[in-house]
Antibody
Framework: QVQLVESGGGVVQPGRSLRLSCVAS????????MHWVRQAPGKGLQWVAL????????YYADSVKGRFTISRDNSKNTVYLQMSRLRVEDTAAYYC??????????????WGQGTLVTVSS | DIQMTQSPSSLSASVGDRVTITCQAS??????LNWYQQKSGKAPKLLIY???NLETGVPLRFSGSGSGTDFTFTISSLQPEDFATYYC?????????FGGGTKVEI
């Protein structure tokens, strides 16, 4: 069965960096695009980033552009989110999710359980 | 950026009621719309894709309709396990966007 397991969350000071990982299993990872979606405490869902199945293209929300980098290692079935220059408003649960297609523009049909990032001094 | 406006933001209904949620896009998104259910403390779950297609395994009481800018999500007969927050999401653009959510209270 499809599984997505995130890790790497924690408490970090403003301005510092953190890298999240999402390990996939149960499907052919290099056929699917992958997203990161976040949810601040008590708030709604906010899309963060998309990476194509082969890593050749990335897309970002304006709020994270230039600070966050999405990448993937298809040999390890893993997608990453490198977060730099973190702000208090980046505090959220971060979910990785599978895109039903390789290049985005489809449903997010499987989600991980999320990893919590808290940015606080 | 495409803005998604969802209403109402919350509603209270009884078991057996018909529940309808609307979602409006700031521009034409054809049928590039999905609906998700999120229960407290859990990850979202895909219910409806391409505006009106029921995801495998999702009960038939859930349905979606619409195209262009106006979309509707319906629960035909509300069940106790349907207590959750529901989100619409567009994918006309690869920069996805979600509606603000509708919290359904039983």
């Amino acid at each position: 069965q499809v599984q997505l397991v995130e890790s790497g969350g924690g408490v970090v000071q403003p301005g510092r960096s953190l890298r999240l990982s999402c390990v996939a299993s149960g499907f052919t990872f290099n056929n699917f695009g992958m997203h990161w979606v976040r949810q601040a405490p008590g708030k709604g869902l906010q899309w963060v980033a998309l990476i194509w199945y082969d890593g050749s293209n990335n897309y970002y929300a304006d709020s994270v552009k230039g600070r966050f980098t999405i990448s993937r290692d298809n040999s390890k079935n893993t997608v990453y989110l490198q977060m730099s220059r973190l702000r208090v408003e980046d505090t959220a649960a971060y979910y990785c999710a599978r895109d039903r297609r390789g290049m985005g523009r489809a449903a997010l049909d499987y989600w991980g359980q999320g990893t919590l990032v808290t940015v606080s001094s | 950026d495409i803005q998604m406006t969802q209403s109402p933001s919350s509603l209270s209904a009884s078991v057996g009621d018909r529940v309808t949620i609307t979602c409006q896009a700031s521009q034409d998104i054809s049928n590039y719309l999905n609906w998700y259910q999120q229960k407290s403390g859990k990850a979202p779950k895909l219910l409806i894709y391409d505006a009106s297609n029921l995801e495998t395994g999702v009960p038939l009481r859930f349905s979606g309709s619409g195209s262009g800018t106006d979309f509707t999500f319906t629960i035909s007969s509300l069940q106790p396990e349907d207590f959750a927050t529901y989100y619409c999401q567009q994918y006309e653009s690869r920069e996805l966007s979600f509606g603000g959510g509708t919290k359904v209270e039983i």
